[in-house]
């Protein structure tokens, strides 16, 4: 079974930037699909952006313009570029193999107004 560890969570003002990472582990990295989600305090977990094997990527609408996710396939690990970051873009963040039970520990990711 995939295994993934998120990282690169931390404090950061409002507009600043913060590069989230994905390990995966386990199976053929480079055939997978990931997704980032993410679940703020007393919210459902909600999708924030997906890419393929063939590269190709989807957003959230509001993050579309601010976020960019990328993999590299010889670290095994895909990463979630945040820019302008908003207050309400504070929650913990996970990736997720698309399909996969497994669920990582996340990273948390809070933004100061």
């Known amino acids: 079974q995939v295994q993934v560890v998120e990282s690169g969570g931390g404090v950061v003002q409002s507009g600043g930037s913060l590069r989230l990472s994905c390990v995966a582990s386990g199976g053929l990295f480079r055939a997978y699909v990931i997704n980032w989600y993410r679940q703020a305090p007393g919210k459902q977990r909600e999708w924030v952006a997906r890419i393929t094997a063939t590269y190709n990527t989807a957003y959230l609408d509001s993050v579309k313009g601010r976020f960019s996710i990328s993999r590299d396939n010889t670290k095994n690990t895909v990463y979630l570029q945040m820019n302008y970051l908003k207050s309400e873009d504070t929650a913990v963040y996970y990736c997720?193999?698309?399909?996969?039970?497994?669920w990582g520990r996340g990273t948390q990711v809070t933004v100061s107004s």
């Open positions: 997720n193999q698309e399909g996969s039970n497994f």
